[in-house]
């Protein structure tokens, strides 16, 4: 099963315990399979929250998400269950240094 792991920061400033840590966490679970893809995301300066309502548009700069200071990234892990993608989840160093969401994709095949 797929799970979007959805990397926040809690300080922008707050690096993850540097590059080399997040380095070894993609070369470990790219290795095992476990992540089928991941990035890291611009600054949240870069970003727009976009609505329609009531025949109206608005664009609002900034993030959708305010508990956090910024969506830093996000990775697709591929696991046999939730409990799988939540020890990969642990294993990634931005869990130490800021908060992560494992959230798993809509299972079409089981909606019926």
Do not use: K, N, Q
Not at 2 to 31: F, K, N, Q
Not at 46 to 66: F, Q, Y
């Amino acid at each position: 099963m797929r799970y979007l792991l959805l990397v926040c920061t809690e300080e922008i400033d707050d690096p993850a315990g540097g590059p080399d840590d997040i380095e070894r966490w993609v070369s470990t679970h790219d290795a095992s399979g476990a992540r089928v893809w991941g990035d890291r995301l611009a600054d949240v300066s870069e970003s727009r929250v976009v609505r329609v309502r009531h025949g109206g548009t608005t664009v609002v700069p900034g993030a959708l998400h305010r508990d956090f200071a910024a969506i830093a990234g996000i990775d697709i892990l591929e696991c046999a269950s939730l409990d799988e993608a939540i020890a990969v989840a642990i294993d990634h160093p931005m869990a130490r240094h800021g908060v992560l969401e494992v959230r798993p994709f809509y299972d079409w095949d089981g909606d019926a």
